[in-house]
């Protein structure tokens, strides 16, 4: 069974700060996805990024970087100089290749709050 | 841009109302969705539909159905509305596309209930 574990519940910075958001995962396929969601308090879930279980490449978009960690099942996720705009509930999600992947388990979510 | 609308923010209905929540995306999408998100119980995913006219049940159908007669349409109904349906109500859609299965997420409706 797919699972999807954010250990952190909620987490404070001050601005400038660096912070990273730590996402465990368990599926028994080789096949899957790993997604990262922004939900700022408007409520709306923002996509930041998609990635596939073969392409284990780190990325960075602007302050914002991803660490994919196979060996640890680990898909962690680091922002650099938080600002206040970061201030938000952030989901790891979790879906398996079968059936074109229709199935998403979300984490339980991280509150970050940037203090100014 | 993705766009996935639903009809209201915030609704406000009573105990045994009859209640529609619409969504429609612009991107014509082939998978829909529908989840209720509550504090400390995450997103639960209530059902989801891979085509027009087809549906799947979710982790939590109970007292809720569906419709799409309509690909960029996707409604979720409760019959008799309850108090334990206060909730968030999310709607998602994404293309049929092998390794692009993201969701797009509308705005949400907050959904009270008394």
């Known amino acids: 069974a797919q699972k999807v574990t954010q250990a952190q519940t909620e987490i404070s910075v001050v601005e400038k700060e660096d912070v990273t958001l730590d996402c465990v995962y368990e599926?028994?396929?080789?096949?899957?996805?790993l997604f990262w969601y922004k939900q700022p308090p408007s409520g709306e879930l923002v996509f930041l990024i998609r990635?596939?279980?073969?392409?284990?490449q780190n990325e960075i978009s602007g302050r914002y970087s991803w660490n994919f960690q196979k060996s640890t099942s680990s898909f962690n996720f680091t922002i650099t100089a938080s600002q206040v705009v970061d201030s938000a509930v952030y989901f790891c999600?979790?879906?398996?290749?079968?059936?074109?992947?229709?199935?998403?388990?979300f984490g339980p979510g991280t509150r970050l709050s940037v203090l100014p | 841009d993705v766009k996935v609308t639903q009809s209201s923010r915030y609704l406000v209905k009573r105990t045994g109302e009859k209640v529609f929540l619409e969504c429609v995306q612009d991107?014509?999408?082939?998978?829909m969705f529908w989840y209720r998100q509550d504090p400390g119980l995450g997103l639960r995913l209530i059902y989801f539909s891979y085509d027009v006219k087809m549906k799947e049940k979710g982790d939590i159908p109970e007292g809720y159905s569906v419709s799409r007669e309509k690909k960029e349409r996707f409604s979720l109904i409760l019959e008799s509305a309850s108090t334990n349906q206060t909730s968030m109500y999310l709607c998602?859609?994404?293309?049929?596309?092998?390794?692009?299965?993201?969701?797009?997420f509308g705005p949400g409706t907050r959904l009270t209930v008394l």
């Open positions: 999600a979790l879906s398996e290749a079968r059936n074109y992947g229709q199935n998403f388990v």
């Open positions: 990635r596939n279980s073969f392409d284990e």
């Open positions: 998602a859609s994404r293309p049929l596309v092998e390794g692009r299965n993201e969701q797009f």
């Open positions: 991107m014509d999408h082939e998978n």
């Open positions: 599926t028994r396929d080789t096949t899957y996805y």
